[in-house]
């Protein structure tokens, strides 16, 4: 089957972390040619630290995120605070049709990549930059992480349990792959007005400005109330029961979102005398008494298995499902089921099952199998069958190290 | 604030409650054509909150915040697609498309009879995404599903809260929006798919759980790498070689993602404590994560006795991603979204004047311009059926007598 792209597509990714890179492999997944830049010294810090094993471990080429992130890209070197691969670089996006970049507002402009600089080279490029928080505005230079991002965006505040204490930081660093997925429908719209126009452009994505519309209804809500949203935990301000609740060794998700939910619930928990007790009978008499409520229940499923539990909710039309972990989830009946895990062997580490697609095509398939590529893995093909160069100016660049394929602080202590 | 970029992609919009109009709004804010089509008596997310106080009954008049957030810029048109003559003046509809979306429960269109293979044949330009909580297929495909479920499932849930507390589910419909995400990519996927490669256009089956699962952190890809399993680490988001935590401070919660080592070394600075980056207990990556119980208590101490700003402003100023949480009332007041005219005031004609958030993407090609407030049930039947299909007065009348419009 072919590909959204089909290869048709060039994509410059000088990204690092999780936001921008996601946006390059969502590309690769559609059949983009996406050629990823790192620097021998600055590599993607998403590879991690070398400080965490000797040499011989390879722990950059380890890094679950990283070989995850970076799937199906081409990868080469640049040192580009070397004049020599700036002048390189600016070749490749001349060829071009996308470049990804999420530095701080400033770092673009002064390695001299800014747009100003690329768009002549280039009219029909499309420019993604991605800066944490804009790039203009009293907090421009401001850095941010997902979590950071997430956080002043307004979700992390609505993060807590229901009785109170602390705000909590969400599991996947929300911020990120928001940012990716928002630069992801940038890019698109940027190319598909530059096939009317033959135009290409700059797209800015903040990335809290995209994170923001995820709590838009809260934002909302405060205006119409006057009150500020607090945390809710797991629970639901107008069903119980709604919560999460210990199941043998892990623990299952449930809620009734209705007098007859709880009834059939209650019987399919062998809680058959609960479901006349006039403490649960309705909505509002079980949202007074859910402190007993979740009693009862965590009584009842505490010695049961997580996803046996849930499976039996789940087949007699209930709204449940185990709490899955990472271990957990790669057997998740439904995931599972539509084939979500694919395998992909990537060197070093070798095979194992990588996160899929979310998005199914009937006729052009993403592509999520392929490996992320090794440090300065593809630096021949980009460098001489893409540009041209000759063998000796390639050894020229790797003795200059300018280009290369072993982290800068150990080719020095080997030579 | 919608750009008038996409103004030749028309899409038709049969999307209900957050992830479908959340793609469709998306699409709009781009300029896209999109005619949002609801059944005589509304979609649901109508008689969702928030609400104002006095409308708290059920009795919202027309729309509660959910839908007027979200249905920004699109044309309401009604059809009951259970009578014929709906499913027909939706074909004509249909010509000239190129989207059709929709987030309907899986089989919902074709026990309409308007089946996405069929339409594919007769409208070759058209794509259909379809979202839906577990897509297509698959042996959960019609379990039922509400936000809870879904972060459990997708794995956001399990590490998140205290070590000896029950796990804390994330708040909202956080992947319900993601999911809209995924259908406003998938749409323009289609779209260049048909433009590039294929000639046609194709269907889209988006999976809210799949979105889930994708948009966690890659964990279950490090668990087969190493065998360990991220478990609840309550104020840090995990132990590791980094320190990414909420903590408590003296007026409120800041939150800290502190990774590298020169952040690191920034951090000792802002403290005072320029010594610890020498400190053979926190002097590599290794060594922090192995005493990141003792490397928290200090940090933590620190907070305690400092504010939000101050955290924030200095910690900004040493290059640490270092923020002040606020809530939202706080967020619609910051200054850097402020100054960037970032959440726009619409005239909601029954809301009245509320601030929503902006498009999350800005556009060099083009200047933003003023929202159009989500459409009224009904308000433009006559501009689409008679301006747009030809219907006349008279038809127009029937159809609203027969409860088909």
């Given at each position: 089957m072919k590909t959204i792209v089909e290869g048709k597509l060039r994509a410059i990714d000088l990204s690092m972390g999780w936001a921008g890179p996601l946006l390059g492999e969502l590309l690769a997944e559609m059949g983009a040619e996406v050629i990823k830049i790192e620097d021998t010294l600055h590599f993607d810090w998403w590879r991690g630290s070398l400080s965490m094993g000797p040499p011989e471990m390879q722990v950059i080429e380890r890094s679950a995120p990283f070989n995850t992130a970076n799937r199906g890209k081409i990868g080469a070197t640049l040192d580009l605070t070397n004049p020599r691969a700036i002048e390189i670089v600016k070749r490749l996006i001349a060829t071009a049709d996308i470049v990804i970049e999420n530095y701080s507002p400033d770092v673009m402009p002064k390695l001299g990549l800014g747009w100003e600089t690329l768009a002549p080279l280039n009219p029909r490029l499309v420019m993604i930059s991605m800066p944490s928080f804009g790039a203009e505005g009293p907090e421009r230079n401001a850095r941010g992480y997902g979590n950071t991002i997430e956080a002043v965006a307004g979700v992390t505040g609505l993060v807590g349990y229901h009785d109170g204490g602390q705000p909590y930081t969400l599991s996947n660093a929300l911020g990120d792959p928001s940012a990716g997925l928002n630069g992801l429908f940038a890019v698109l719209v940027g190319l598909r007005e530059r096939e009317e126009t033959g135009r290409g452009q700059h797209i800015e994505l903040a990335q809290v400005e995209g994170v923001v519309p995820f709590v838009g209804e809260a934002i909302i809500e405060c205006q119409l109330t006057g009150r500020v949203p607090k945390p809710r935990g797991n629970r639901h301000p107008a069903h119980a029961p709604h919560g999460i609740y210990g199941a043998g060794s892990g623990y299952v998700a449930l809620a009734a979102e209705s007098d007859d939910q709880w009834r059939q619930l209650a019987h399919a928990l062998g809680l058959d005398a609960l479901a006349g007790d006039p403490r649960f009978a309705t909505e509002a008499d079980r949202k007074r008494n859910e402190d007993a409520l979740d009693a009862e229940i965590s009584a009842a499923v505490k010695d049961l298995g997580a996803e046996e539990t849930s499976r039996k909710l789940i087949d007699v039309g209930l709204i449940a499902g185990q709490v899955n972990s990472a271990a957990d989830i790669l057997g998740d009946a439904q995931l599972s089921g539509r084939g979500f895990f694919v395998p992909v062997e990537r060197a070093v580490v070798g095979t194992h099952l990588y996160p899929g697609v979310a998005e199914h095509f009937s006729e052009t398939p993403l592509v999520p199998d392929r490996p992320a590529p090794l440090l300065g893995e593809h630096n021949r093909k980009v460098f001489?069958?893409?540009?041209?160069?000759s063998d000796a100016e390639i050894e020229a660049l790797e003795r200059d190290k300018i280009i290369g394929t072993l982290p800068r602080q150990l080719a020095s202590k080997a030579a | 604030m919608p750009y008038s970029s996409l103004r030749k992609t028309r899409v038709v919009d049969l999307t209900h409650h957050i992830a479908g109009p959340y793609a469709t709004r998306l699409l709009a804010e781009v300029g896209a054509d999109v005619i949002k089509v609801e059944p005589p008596w509304g979609e649901g997310a109508r008689k969702a909150g928030p609400h104002l106080p006095s409308h708290s009954n059920g009795a919202n008049g027309d729309r509660g915040g959910r839908f007027a957030f979200l249905n920004t810029n699109k044309h309401g048109v009604t059809l009951n697609l259970k009578h014929p003559r709906g499913v027909e003046l939706l074909m004509r509809m249909l010509e000239g498309a190129d989207l059709l979306i929709e987030n309907f429960a899986p089989g919902t269109l074709d026990r309409l009879g308007i089946e996405s293979a069929e339409l594919l044949k007769r409208f070759p330009k058209l794509s259909v995404v379809s979202i839906s909580n577990f897509g297509a297929d698959g042996p959960d495909r019609d379990a039922r599903l509400n936000d809870l479920v879904l972060y459990a499932r997708g794995g956001?849930?399990?590490?998140?809260?205290?070590?000896?507390?029950e796990p804390l589910t994330p708040p909202g419909s956080l992947v319900q929006y993601l999911g809209g995400l995924f259908g406003a990519i998938a749409a323009m996927q289609a779209m260049l798919a048909r433009d590039l490669t294929l000639g046609h256009g194709q269907h889209v089956d988006v999976a809210l759980l799949e979105a889930a699962a994708l948009t966690m952190i890659y964990e279950p890809v490090g668990f087969q790498y190493s065998g360990v399993v991220r478990e609840r680490a309550g104020k840090r988001?995990?132990?590791?070689?980094f320190m990414i935590v909420t903590l408590k401070c003296r007026d409120g919660y800041a939150g800290l993602q502190c990774v590298t080592d020169k952040q690191f070394e920034s951090l000792c600075d802002l403290m005072g404590r320029g010594e610890l980056a020498t400190d053979a207990r926190f002097n590599t990556a290794l060594q922090r994560y192995v005493n990141n119980d003792a490397l928290l208590a200090i940090v933590e101490e620190f907070f305690l006795q400092h504010d939000r700003k101050w955290l924030h402003r200095e910690g900004q100023a040493r290059a640490i991603p270092l923020v002040g949480i606020p809530n939202v009332a706080e967020l619609l007041e910051w200054e850097q979204l402020t100054s960037r005219n970032y959440f726009e005031t619409i005239n909601d004609p029954v809301l009245g004047r509320i601030r929503i958030p902006g498009a999350p993407l800005r556009m060099g090609s083009h200047r933003p311009e003023p929202s159009r407030p989500a459409p009224l049930l009904g308000e433009h039947n006559r501009d689409i059926l008679c301006g747009r299909l030809g219907v006349s007065d008279r038809e127009l009348q029937d159809l609203q007598a027969a409860r088909t419009v």
């Open positions: 001489g069958e893409i540009l041209g160069m | 956001w849930t399990y590490p998140v809260g205290e070590r000896d507390r988001f995990a132990v590791g070689p």
